[in-house]
Structure formats: C-alpha cells, structure tokens
C-alpha cells in the first residue's frame, strides 16, 4: 500500500526558504516517477516539479530556477527545495506518485499520478 507522509511545511517571510520532504513507503520508491503539487485556495491543483526515475527533473514555469526537487533513494524520501519564496507560493504542498514507471510520461498533471499524501501547509507574508 502506498503511503506518502509529508513535512516541513511552515510561515515565513518573502524571501525565505523551506524544505519540504515526503516519506515515501510501501513501493519500489525509485521505480516511479514523482511529483511535488500545491493547490491554493479556490485554485486549481499546479503540478510545479517532477522527478524520474533517472533523476531527470522537470519544473513548472511559476517555481524554475527557485526551487529544487530531489530524492534520497536509500531513505525513500522526496524533497522540494524552495527557495526565494513568494507570497504566491502561499498554498497546500502535496507530494505524489505517478501512475507510470520509471518516467514522467503525465508530466505535470495531476490526472498521472495516483499516490497522493495528506499534503502540508506553505504560507508566506509579505
């Protein structure tokens, strides 16, 4: 059963930096692809990074060149690196899996990936 826990949510300022992981267990973590959401309130749902297989990474144009994500294989956990954050970044952080092996073949969007965790809450001040 796949279980995705997330943490290192938090408040802070315009400017500061986060990390965010997902404890990831239950599958073979490095078969899949994952993937980093948020969703704000009365929005959407935005895919804004992905992570394959093969350490190929893919980013949403919102959050590119400010934050990161990466994976430690041996401790089956994924990491969103956010740096430079902005009051737009305020929103519910969830971590997912994706429905396809070994690439990101849904990129982005939430409709690929069917193992989701319970989320956590990013909110920055201006």
């Known amino acids: 059963q796949v279980q995705l826990v997330e943490s290192g949510g938090g408040s802070v300022q315009a400017g500061g930096a986060l990390r965010l992981s997902c404890a990831a267990s239950?599958?073979?973590?490095?078969?899949?692809?994952m993937g980093w959401f948020r969703q704000a309130p009365g929005k959407e749902r935005e895919g804004i990074a992905t992570i394959d297989s093969f350490d190929r990474t893919k980013y949403a144009d919102s959050v590119k060149d400010r934050f990161t994500i990466s994976k430690d294989v041996n401790k089956t956990t994924l990491y969103l690196q956010m740096n430079s954050l902005e009051p737009e970044d305020t929103a519910m952080y969830f971590c997912?899996?994706?429905?396809?092996?070994?690439?990101?073949?849904?990129?982005?969007?939430?409709?690929?990936?069917?193992?989701w965790g319970q989320g956590t809450q990013v909110t920055v001040s201006s």
């Open positions: 997912a899996r994706s429905r396809a092996i070994y690439v990101c073949t849904s990129g982005l969007e939430a409709f690929g990936y069917d193992g």
């Open positions: 239950g599958y073979s973590f490095n078969k899949y692809c």
